[in-house]
């Protein structure tokens, strides 16, 4: 008579590990072929769920790949944004100090006034 074992499986959480295991059960199953248990399944089909897999893998590549460029292009556009935050701030200054008695001109530079009166917190 077999043992039972009692065990729990794992089942990986990590995107390019479960494709793998996908990818070897796909293996197994197809090399089984008609006597394999998984053709039992009523839910899912191998036959349609496991092309799905190469397409993934390729979208994780292409994903991985894409935010690889993306860190390189914001590591460009941040050596780039202290000095553009300095003009722009510069420029406010000297604006506001040029319309000084009506600051709203700024706004047509697209610069944002609140002229409303700040109301300070009573502390407690």
Known sequence: MATRTQGR???PTNTVELLDLAQKIKNKHLAEGTNSPLNAMVDYDWSVEGPKIEICKQNHDNATEAAKKAEQFYRQRDLDI????????NSAALLKTIYAKNPK???????TVDDSKQVKKEKL
Do not use: E, K, N
């Open 9 to 11: 499986v794992f089942i």
């Open 82 to 89: 202290p000095a553009i935050r300095s003009i722009v701030q």
């Open 105 to 111: 001109v700024l706004g047509d530079y697209g610069l």
